[in-house]
């Protein structure tokens, strides 16, 4: 009996004064479980906490500073395209091929180191087949200026000479006429020789002269002006030069877009945008 009764104390710890027997017994067991589970527990939450924390370490951030900065688009390492300006990246040489509208496409490498944030300064330069449609679209500009300008001008100056000639004929009119006036109204034989023989005469022929020319002025202006509305419009119907944007063609084919089943795919096509 004693040497069991010792066994019991032994097995109870820190509980055998709490009493004995096998309810003791357990209490002290659970006590030892306890006793390791809790620095298990203390690690895991450790863990838990630091790994968000050590898996961003490996990651480093890339902000993009392009110009022009309101319409670009990157493909990165040749998988996916992008429009974000600031790239969380794993550490590691990253190829970037940045593209806009109108501009050549840029393709450079770049590191990222892990933990860090730094500024790539990129600026796109213009594709050669705008900068070709640029001077075409100023040559056409001034086809259409010259189409249009010359025909304006020409009935600008029929409509000032119709006007002038307009002037002048009523000008010769009312000279007759105050002839006629005062040849009615005269008593004096020899201012009424004079009119007879010499101012009638004289201001009949200005006054067909002016009538004959104000005809000709007239159908000048209206010829002119016919001319220059079939001019406007021919130069309205003539089509504007299309911009091709190959750069842009190149750039969709740098990524293949898998289908959603994974299997198939398709490339996408570029597209001709006409720049007026």
Not at 52 to 79: I, Y
Not at 172 to 190: I, N
Request: include cysteine; glycine fraction near 8%; hydrophobic fraction near 45%.
């Amino acid at each position: 009996m004693s040497t069991e009764t010792d066994r019991t104390r032994a097995a109870t710890g820190p509980f055998r004064r709490a009493g004995s027997g096998p309810g003791a017994v357990a209490a002290a067991r659970r006590w030892r479980t306890m006793a390791w589970a809790w620095p298990l527990l203390l690690l895991t939450a450790v863990l838990g906490t630091c790994g968000p924390e050590a898996a961003a370490q490996t990651m480093g951030q890339l902000r993009l500073v392009v110009d022009p900065g309101h319409d670009f688009q990157v493909v990165l390492d040749g998988k996916h395209r992008l429009q974000e300006r600031v790239l969380d990246l794993p550490e590691g040489n990253h190829r970037l091929q940045l593209w806009a509208p109108t501009r050549r496409i840029v393709d450079t490498t770049v590191f990222v180191r892990a933990g860090s944030s730094r500024d790539l300064l990129v600026r796109l330069p213009y594709a050669p087949e705008y900068l070709e449609h640029l001077k075409e679209m100023k040559r056409f500009r001034e086809r259409m200026w010259l189409n249009k300008a010359l025909p304006t001008v020409a009935t600008a100056g029929a409509a000032a000479w119709a006007t002038a000639s307009y002037l002048t004929y009523r000008k010769a009119g009312r000279r007759l006429q105050d002839d006629r006036d005062l040849y009615e109204h005269s008593a004096d034989p020899g201012e009424i020789a004079v009119l007879k023989d010499e101012v009638f005469p004289d201001h009949r022929a200005d006054f067909r002269r002016s009538k004959v020319m104000l005809g000709v002025s007239t159908g000048v202006f209206a010829v002119a002006a016919a001319v220059t509305v079939w001019a406007y419009r021919r130069a309205d119907r003539r089509p504007l030069p299309v911009f091709d944007d190959r750069e842009k063609l190149r750039f969709e084919g740098l990524v293949w877009l898998p289908g959603p089943d994974g299997l198939g795919g398709a490339w996408v096509a570029g597209l001709t945008i006409p720049m007026r």
